[in-house]
């Protein structure tokens, strides 16, 4: 089966400009997920959508970014504007359902850098 | 709240070598999940093994093997006779009973020598 699809693969912007990340699930998967990954750290959780729903986005710094996944299949991530303290990988993954024993298969991450 | 803790930031062995990756996690819940994921450099996180709170018997698969320990918080990988291909950041992570967030350790870096 196709894994986690993520692009841009890299990204470079400057401080204060946009910058958006797509994520597309395994088929049939119905929670999608958005982690940050800050260099020499473990993932942190940002969003968690459960088919086009968020269920937590306690973690997303709500003023300068947003997600969305309309119908409930691809999702957008959007920074902006970014800062420095943005540059990390982003990485997305998704579970068959929201169950805490469900493994989460992730993507290869967007890797941004803010200059 | 959740925490995980690896506290071995990096370990390096040598080809053969057997290396054990620790693995100390708190939770208030009674029912949680426990994950390692390999992180090789290409940066995708690759999903290595589940375990639920109830289940605290030992499992071997190949060369990796992990030991549970309720009474100690504790979830330690072993890799027996190491390979070079085994050079990845290693992460230990948990989740609750309910909304499946994964809490990660900071990850342990392993480099095997040949």
């Known amino acids: 089966e196709a894994g986690v699809a993520q692009s841009p693969r890299y990204k470079i912007i400057e401080k204060r400009q946009s910058v958006a990340f797509w994520c597309n699930p395994i088929s049939g998967h119905a929670t999608l997920y958005w982690y940050q990954q800050i260099l020499g750290q473990g993932p942190k959780l940002l969003i968690q959508?459960?088919?086009?729903?968020?269920?937590?986005d306690s973690q997303l710094p709500k003023d300068r970014f947003s997600a969305e996944r309309l119908k409930g299949v691809d999702s957008t991530l959007k920074i902006q504007p970014a800062k420095l303290e943005d540059s990390a990988v982003y990485l997305c993954a998704s579970s068959l359902s929201g169950g805490s024993n469900q493994p989460q298969h992730f993507g290869d991450g967007t890797r941004l850098s803010i200059l | 709240a959740q925490k995980v803790t690896q506290a071995q930031t990096e370990i390096s062995v040598v080809e053969k070598e057997d290396v054990t990756l620790d693995c100390v996690y708190e939770t208030r819940d009674t029912t949680y999940y426990l994950f390692w994921y390999k992180q090789p450099p290409s940066g995708e996180l690759v999903f290595l093994i589940r375990?639920?709170?109830?289940?605290?018997q030992n499992e071997i698969s190949g060369r990796y093997s992990w030991n549970f320990q309720k009474s100690t918080s504790s979830f330690n990988f072993t890799i027996t006779a190491s390979q070079v291909v085994d050079s990845a950041v290693y992460f230990c992570?948990?989740?609750?009973?309910?909304?499946?967030?994964?809490?990660f350790g900071a990850g342990t870096i392993l480099r095997v020598k040949s």
């Open positions: 992570a948990l989740s609750e009973e309910y909304g499946n967030k994964l809490v």
């Open positions: 375990r639920n709170s109830f289940d605290e």
């Open positions: 959508f459960q088919n086009n729903g968020v269920v937590d």
